[in-house]
């Protein structure tokens, strides 16, 4: 027999979420995403994408004005801090610590139960090899290809062992052939860890990859949007 309990709790539940500004709603969401599937969000600039994005991960700016719950496996985390969310965040910019090697770039996201300075160095090895990035754990990241740069920011998401994805359009600095590579790396990798995943973007062809449910925002109202 199925286990419902677990069946309901799993994946990233969006229950009611509504976010203004000013008494204005930017962005609603009442979805679920589940293990492995995405959920897109797509819609002009400054329409609030990010701004939804931001309340599920914790960071929103107290000048918006937010309700409804994030529930994540079945545990309300809308108050918790961003830190005890375990969201994997990807950014446009890979935003890699220049001042650290490629590997110690990973190390430094491994969770502290994993212990030992070898133990450590083998989580991050495995992650360099699960982005087809093998033999790169000394490489300087200022020496890397832009490519090769996602790819090192999603080893060190993966590490961190998050329970969901976070993504503000990570792919949208990449030219066309290399962004098909590693959209379809970062999906294929969140889909082997059942990971749910909300992915911010203007691109139709992301939307289309992801292949998920898809909230359009509309348009912000005032000065140049025509209203
Ligand atoms: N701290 C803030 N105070 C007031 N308004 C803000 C603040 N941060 C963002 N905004 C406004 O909130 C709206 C939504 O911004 P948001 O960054 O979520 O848009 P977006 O859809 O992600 O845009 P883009 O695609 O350009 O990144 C915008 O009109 C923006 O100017």
């Given at each position: 027999?199925?286990?419902?309990?677990?069946?309901?709790?799993?994946?990233?539940?969006?229950?009611?979420?509504?976010?203004?500004?000013?008494?204005?709603?930017?962005?609603?969401?009442?979805?679920?995403?589940?293990?492995?599937?995405?959920?897109?969000?797509?819609?002009?600039?400054?329409?609030?994408?990010?701004?939804?994005?931001?309340?599920?991960?914790?960071?929103?700016?107290?000048?918006?004005?937010?309700?409804?719950?994030?529930?994540?496996?079945?545990?309300?985390?809308?108050?918790?801090?961003?830190?005890?969310?375990?969201?994997?965040?990807?950014?446009?910019?890979?935003?890699?610590?220049?001042?650290?090697?490629?590997?110690?770039?990973?190390?430094?996201?491994?969770p502290q139960t994993v212990r030992g300075r070898a133990a450590r160095r083998a989580v991050?090895?495995?992650?360099?090899?699960?982005?087809?990035?093998?033999?790169?754990?000394d490489r300087d990241p200022d020496t890397l290809s832009g490519g090769q740069k996602a790819r090192v920011a999603?080893?060190?998401?993966?590490?961190?062992?998050?329970?969901?994805?976070?993504?503000?359009?990570?792919?949208?600095?990449?030219?066309?052939?290399?962004?098909?590579?590693?959209?379809?790396?970062?999906?294929?990798?969140?889909?082997?860890?059942?990971?749910?995943?909300?992915?911010?973007?203007?691109?139709?062809?992301?939307?289309?990859?992801?292949?998920?449910?898809?909230?359009?925002?509309?348009?912000?109202?005032?000065?140049?949007?025509?209203?």
């Amino acid at each position: 027999m199925p286990d419902t309990h677990t069946e309901q709790a799993a994946g990233l539940r969006l229950d009611g979420i509504a976010i203004s500004l000013d008494g204005r709603t930017l962005v609603e969401a009442d979805h679920t995403i589940g293990p492995g599937e995405v959920l897109t969000v797509m819609g002009p600039s400054g329409s609030g994408k990010s701004t939804l994005l931001a309340f599920i991960g914790g960071f929103l700016d107290p000048a918006f004005a937010a309700c409804g719950r994030v529930i994540c496996e079945g545990v309300d985390i809308t108050d918790a801090p961003p830190q005890e969310r375990h969201a994997g965040l990807l950014f446009q910019d890979p935003l890699l610590f220049p001042h650290m090697s490629v590997g110690g770039n990973l190390v430094f996201a491994v969770p502290q139960t994993v212990r030992g300075r070898a133990a450590r160095r083998a989580v991050a090895e495995a992650a360099l090899g699960d982005v087809e990035l093998e033999g790169f754990f000394d490489r300087d990241p200022d020496t890397l290809s832009g490519g090769q740069k996602a790819r090192v920011a999603l080893a060190r998401v993966l590490v961190s062992e998050p329970r969901f994805m976070l993504l503000d359009e990570p792919f949208s600095k990449l030219d066309a052939g290399l962004r098909d590579q590693v959209r379809r790396l970062v999906f294929e990798r969140a889909g082997v860890r059942r990971l749910p995943v909300l992915l911010v973007t203007h691109d139709e062809a992301d939307a289309k990859a992801a292949g998920g449910a898809l909230i359009e925002v509309e348009p912000a109202p005032g000065p140049g949007n025509g209203s």
